[in-house]
């Protein structure tokens, strides 16, 4: 029997492609072969969560706006204090912690005196200059710096707690599942998840909501 001419031409594709492994351009099973591919990818593709959303945190002068700004009215020290006392355990200095969204090392430059081990990360790399020289004007040698987020942090061994404020927002809301996902990777069986974040939500009369929203926070904090 002959064969018709698209069958041949349909094998001598799928003979290239097993050969080549890769889809040719102009035949149906090329174009079939190729979407397959392309929906392989898919899987792995993930948001790029080094995209600065809002404030752009890869620049060094907001980085350094963001510290002076949030040094006038926070604590950092009573914060990471509260966050042991809160926690109620005998043994922190056993304990190991990410901190992830770390920024200038609001959490991690005076968690690094109660507990053994932090891994500071952030996909800022200015903001991570500014904690790591705040660690080392301190003398602090138990901070791990990593260039990393959410989705992509894979730690060299699971912890124990893992604290993250103000910067789970950062993801876009389809991403934070991933982001949790990926946290629960992180910890050991046991383990803590400190998460601390918050959103404003303002109705249409925006501008007069603003101002509110300021008045009643200067009144809180300055
Ligand atoms: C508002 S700052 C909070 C910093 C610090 N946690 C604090 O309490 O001051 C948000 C931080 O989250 C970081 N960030 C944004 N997206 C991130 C992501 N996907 N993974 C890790 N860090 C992220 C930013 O670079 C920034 O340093």
Redesign the pocket.
């Known amino acids: 029997m002959v064969k018709p001419a698209y069958t041949k031409q349909f094998e001598k594709d799928l003979k290239k492609i097993k050969k080549r492994n890769e889809a040719p351009q102009c035949s149906a099973v090329g174009v079939f072969a190729s979407l397959i591919k392309q929906k392989e990818k898919m899987k792995d593709w993930i948001y790029d969560?080094f995209n600065h959303v809002g404030v752009d945190?890869s620049k060094k002068d907001n980085v350094n706006e963001y510290d002076n700004q949030?040094g006038s009215f926070r604590d950092y020290e009573k914060e990471a204090k509260e966050f042991l006392d809160k926690l109620d355990v005998s043994n922190p200095k056993d304990l190991t912690v990410i901190d992830?969204?770390?920024?200038t090392g609001?959490?991690s430059i005076h968690a690094s005196n109660y507990f053994k081990q932090i891994y500071a990360?952030?996909?800022?790399q200015e903001?991570l200059n500014a904690a790591s020289s705040k660690a080392k004007v301190s003398n602090i040698d138990n901070i791990e710096f990593c260039n990393s987020?959410?989705?992509q942090f894979q730690p060299t061994e699971k912890v124990d707690i893992i604290y993250t404020?103000?910067?789970f927002h950062?993801?876009p809301d389809y991403w934070k599942q991933a982001g949790l996902l990926n946290m629960n990777k992180m910890l050991k069986p046991d383990g803590v998840l400190f998460l601390s974040d918050f959103v404003f939500k303002f109705d249409p009369d925006y501008e007069t909501n603003t101002d509110t929203f300021i008045n009643e926070m200067s009144k809180k904090y300055i």
């Open positions: 969560e945190y949030m992830i969204g770390c920024g609001a959490f990360v952030d996909v800022s903001m987020g959410f989705l404020k103000y910067a950062h993801l």
